[in-house]
């Protein structure tokens, strides 16, 4: 099956959410945090946080269900 640009994307996306956000936890767990930008870098974990929910939610939950199914009644 050839992968269309548009799930590529979405592939490579979701790719670089779930390794940026694994990435910044090993970052923190090895290195303290500079008090000085301790609310941005707040700001910055909640967002990851958020898309990795979302990314995760996407490809494991309902919506990927959902997908596929469109995607059977379209063949």
Known sequence: MVMKTKELLM???GGLVVFGFF???????FNPA???NQDLLNITIG????AFATVVN???GSS???SDKNEMFKQ
């Open 58 to 60: 996407y490809f494991y």
């Open 64 to 66: 990927k269900g959902s």
């Open 47 to 50: 967002s990851l946080i958020a």
């Open 23 to 29: 990435g910044l936890l090993a970052l923190l767990v």
């Open 34 to 36: 500079p008090i000085d």
């Open 11 to 13: 592939y490579i996306l």
